[in-house]
Nanobody, 116 residues
């Protein structure tokens, strides 16, 4: 069964940076063919899409993170990254990765808290 393990979250002051990682394992074939995404679940809110990266390495971002977040991937290591700069309090939440269509079981996520 596919497993997703997110890491790299933490507590950061406004304006700070974090780099999230998502390691995929469990018999996935042709990982490079999947559109991979990062999602955020803010406190008391539904999980929403933050960024996606197509199999042609074309990035798509939710409006509020454009210019601040960068999604990337390493297909050989089956890992997806999210570089987050100029963090704001409204970026706070639990961050998850998955395919764009949420094909695989969700991981535990990684908590990002932006606060002074």
């Amino acid at each position: 069964q596919v497993q997703l393990v997110e890491s790299g979250g933490g507590l950061v002051q406004p304006g700070g940076s974090l780099r999230l990682s998502c390691a995929v394992s469990g018999g996935v074939t042709s990982f490079g063919s999947y559109v991979m995404s990062w999602f955020r679940q803010a406190p008391g809110k539904a999980r929403t899409l933050v960024a996606s990266l197509t199999n042609y390495d074309y990035p798509i971002y939710e409006d509020s993170v454009k210019g601040r977040f960068t999604i990337s991937r390493n297909n050989a290591e089956m890992t997806v990254y999210l570089q987050m700069n100029s963090l704001r309090p409204d970026d706070t939440g639990v961050y998850y990765c998955n395919t764009q269509g949420s094909k695989w079981p969700w991981g535990q996520g990684t908590q990002v808290t932006v606060s002074s």
